[in-house]
């Protein structure tokens, strides 16, 4: 990378300005984070992302950069925690140049002000390879509230938010292996590369959820993984699954697709249960977080998660968890 | 990469069983931090280090690893904080197998035991690129008692720790650029892959050093931090830093690299200012630490790091920041 400044000037001129109190202007070796009340602690998140396996490489430099905060915020989302900040590391390549770094940096400022979060340090470095991103989210939530994924018990309710599917549609409508029309093609295309983390439902549903996670690697391996920590099985019908006009046009064009809301990743997403006499109380927590909330199944016990169609088990396949 | 088990088994293999007490086995989302004393708080920090770059694609995989926390650690102490835990992204390549992996893993482990601390969550994923490595580091220290860059006043005593210049004549040995005895040899080559950042002089020196950060980019570069951060000069002596006897021995053979001590990077040493009636306590504090310590110049009014030979001003030049 020859950036103009080098490092140093990057990280005074372009990311100086998103440091958090405690942060120190990003002058120090690290950054002391704020105090919080009593019963409250910190939880915390890691993500990476590598250019051409997480996003496409001429994917728009802000999109980027919120697409990487908001993975983070959406498992503190998927924890009930509300986010106070983060840490970055950048990795930039040759052709990284100021102006790439300084729409990167314009992302990190929007989504910034989006979450009432500030930067609170890390670190530039250079590599020869493609562009690498990570990030680390520091959020806050009651101690003793934490939403595990270990808590479900047969009988709950199995819900999701949000619509399911857009984003893998979106990627397969970027890579020129899906046409749509254009209104739909810059829904699905944007559901891709800007997830919408939950982070006023996942608080909203402390006391209330008895397990919950974000979908990232796809609904039916994502809820694998609260049926497996919680020991039981689970049911969910397809035709529960809640599509957007975008994805169930698409779908009707295409029914070889017509299994992607189960198994598409990047959703961000959270799939979450309850027992049956909380009902009220999860819309009370839709509604208070403005956030669409779909019952789609329930848990069982055994340890199968299986997807019905019209009332038939699909066939089980391989769930898309594996990504290496 | 392909791993028997995929990225999940390696999760669950291989790092569950480094995981930290709130960090849920690694089965969750994100974790959750202890909580702390009145009057304490979390200090955080972030290093990325890619192959190639950072460290030697050949180094052995747990000295990599180990090189990786420490030079966060090394962060941490220059901030006066105890170390508690930390987070890890890794992004591996076609060639990194589960062995690697698992030497990796067992550096961890080790540096785990050495400094009491536990991994508290991360991501791994692939990369066609080189190996690139990201970790934050998570702290503890009184709030009101962080080391800062900006409190060095003139007149202040500079010191350092330990020995300057091993971790550069060590990378000079591994790259073939430098002939010494097999035991120095042995001693430098450590040096290089596997710091000592000064856990226990950080904290020790909280409420006497008036300014501190670690040594990581040279020691003229990164006193120059300290010096622009506290609007002052610095004067240091180059007889007066200090040397190991494989460093010494080096540079009698090499005199063309005499000024490696001040510009090589890589040392992990401490670097700081103190009082000169705090002479005593600054002993006290090296003494309860374990940590040797050297006095090599003064802070000045105004705004120059300069560096002495025999008492004559060694030619300014570009100090060694600029490492894109």
């Known amino acids: 990378m ?82 106070v900040g983060y840490l970055l590391a950048t990795a930039w390549t040759a052709e990284t140049d100021r102006d790439w770094i300084s729409r990167f940096v314009a992302g990190l400022a929007a989504d910034q002000a989006t979450y009432g979060i500030g930067l609170y340090g890390g670190d530039t470095v250079s590599t020869p390879g493609p562009l690498g991103l990570s990030l680390t989210a520091l959020g806050t939530a009651a101690r003793d509230g934490l939403l595990r994924r270990n808590g479900a018990q047969p009988g709950d309710d199995i819900y999701v938010s949000g619509t399911l599917g857009d984003a893998a549609l979106g990627l397969r ?63 969910i019908h397809l035709e529960l699954l809640p599509l957007s006009v975008a994805a169930r046009e698409a779908l009707v064009e295409r029914p070889d697709l017509a299994q992607l809301p189960l198994h ?37 016990a055994g340890e199968t998660v299986q997807a019905l169609a019209a009332g038939r088990p699909l066939p089980a396949r391989k769930t898309g968890w594996q990504h290496f």
Not at 15 to 30: R, S
């Open 264 to 300: 598409g990743g990047d959703d961000y997403e959270l799939v979450f249960t309850a027992a049956p006499e909380n009902r009220d109380r999860i819309s009370a927590a839709a509604r208070q977080s403005g956030t669409a909330v779909s019952r789609i199944g329930r848990i069982l």
């Open 2 to 83: 020859t950036i103009e400044g080098g490092e140093f000037g990057v990280i005074a001129d372009l990311l100086a300005p998103l440091a958090a109190d405690g942060a120190f202007d990003l002058t120090d070796d690290a950054a002391l984070l704020p105090e919080l009340p009593p019963g409250q602690g910190w939880v915390v998140t890691k993500d990476a992302m590598i250019a051409g396996v997480h996003f496409l490489p001429d994917d728009p430099p802000d999109l980027i950069a919120r697409k990487l905060l908001r993975v983070n915020l959406s498992d503190l989302a998927a924890m009930g925690a509300v986010p």
């Open 173 to 235: 409508l970027l890579q020129g292996d899906l046409a749509v029309e254009p209104e739909h093609a810059a829904f699905l295309s944007r559901r891709y590369r800007l997830p919408e983390p939950r982070c006023a439902l996942g608080p909203a549903l402390v006391g209330i959820a008895t397990a919950a996670q974000d979908i990232s690697d796809g609904l039916l391996a994502d809820l694998g993984h609260i049926a497996r920590q919680s020991g039981v099985g689970a049911e």
